[in-house]
């Protein structure tokens, strides 16, 4: 079993809907969780940063973290066709040097139809 | 700023061949990461340099896998002998660290896709 599962898809949802993203883990030592979003042939960028359990809101994007159930989620709002993409989530044990290490999950591709 | 580049950005080699893979980070970045992509598996951890500390080189799959980053700047990632099964993306970050040794979001390069025959 991997450290880290996330549903591969792929999703396809309409332009304007609410868009939910999971992934659970199983290494409790996990603290800081992140949400990546890689476009085709391009490297990841960072969306989202979460210490620990709660929520982060970015605009359209919220993060949810609840690790009493080992749980992590984004919330994509009023989806566009720019959101198609797929999106990892990466989490880290942390440590005197910060976020070293990361271990992601495999990414879910996620197409906005307009 | 310029971000993080590799090169080439494609490689096709032989099985047995060796290849090099070249990472430039973010100027005055000291935390340097190699990932390697493969389909299916998402971004599996390779290598860390942190300034001039020992690299950290527990997610190398076997020995034919090394890296060294000269002048705690460029990294060049070597494989040695390739395998089909060595065929992924390879991706570079950096991130900047912070007093007492935090380091920042890492920041990724576009990959180097390597395809051995």
């Known amino acids: 079993q991997k450290e880290v599962e996330q549903d591969p898809g792929p999703l396809s949802v309409p332009e304007g809907a609410i868009v939910s993203l999971n992934c659970t883990y199983s290494?409790?030592?996990?603290?800081?969780f992140m949400w990546y979003r890689q476009y085709s042939r391009k490297g990841p960028e960072l969306l989202m940063y979460?210490?620990?359990?709660g929520n982060k809101e970015d605009g359209r994007f919220t993060a949810q973290v609840d690790k009493s159930s080992k749980y992590i989620s984004l919330f994509i709002r009023d989806s566009q066709p720019s959101d198609s993409a797929t999106y990892l989530c990466a989490m880290s044990e942390g440590s005197n040097f910060g976020n070293e290490k990361l271990t992601f999950g495999t990414g879910t591709r996620l197409t906005i139809i307009p | 700023g310029a971000g993080v580049s590799q090169s080439p950005s494609n490689k096709v080699t032989e099985k047995g061949k060796d290849v090099e893979l070249r990472c430039d980070p973010i100027?005055?970045?000291?935390?340097l990461y190699w990932y390697r992509q493969s389909l299916g598996q998402g971004l599996e951890f390779l290598i860390y340099?942190?300034?001039?500390?020992?690299?950290?080189k527990s997610g190398l799959p076997s020995d034919r896998f090394s890296a060294e980053r000269t002048g705690g700047s460029v990294s060049t990632l070597t494989i040695q002998r390739t395998q089909q099964e060595d065929s992924a993306v390879y991706l570079c970050a950096s991130s900047s660290t912070f007093l007492a040794g935090f380091t920042d979001t890492q920041y990724f390069g576009p990959g180097t896709r390597l395809t051995v025959l």
């Open positions: 340099f942190q300034g001039n500390s020992a690299p950290d």
């Open positions: 100027s005055g970045h000291t935390a």
């Open positions: 290494n409790s030592a996990f603290q800081y």
């Open positions: 979460t210490y620990s359990s």
